[in-house]
């Protein structure tokens, strides 16, 4: 399993951005944290051309599928959705990696016996403004 944000395991910070132009505001080789939206898609598919990691925030089984297509690294998900969406990563081999958000570490031993990928604290994720 794999960590963000943990109080006591070093891991990277996503950049939480609204724009294109945030994505200058964020450091070099960082992962950019999008909403997964269809307002969004001018900036998801930006990242991509330009081969920016990214970690979307999707909130259905078919974002996540869409996430996947779109070429995320990462696919943030809520807890609800945890078994389901990581048997259908495995399932068609998604290199993106399936991220639960979690606000306490309590969750950690339930998603680690379902097989998530990892779980990513809400301070991993900083909001940048453009």
């Not at 001018?42 to 869409?66: F, G, P, R």
């Not at 399936?98 to 994720?125: M, T």
Request: no cysteine; net charge negative; aromatic share 10%.
């Amino acid at each position: 399993m794999i960590f963000f944000g943990h109080r006591f395991l070093k891991s990277e910070s996503f950049y939480h951005i609204f724009d294109i132009d945030s994505i200058l505001h964020t450091p070099p080789s960082s992962t950019i944290y999008i909403e997964f939206e269809e307002k969004n898609l001018d900036v998801i598919t930006h990242a991509a051309s330009n081969l920016i990691k990214v970690a979307l925030h999707v909130k259905s089984i078919t974002e996540v599928l869409y996430a996947s297509s779109l070429g995320a690294s990462f696919i943030v998900i809520e807890k609800e959705l945890a078994k389901t969406a990581q048997n259908i990563a495995e399932n068609y081999l998604f290199d993106a990696k399936i991220l639960v958000l979690i606000e306490d570490e309590d969750e950690i031993e339930e998603l680690a016996l379902l097989g998530v990928d990892g779980v990513i604290f809400s301070n991993a994720i900083i909001k940048i403004a453009s």
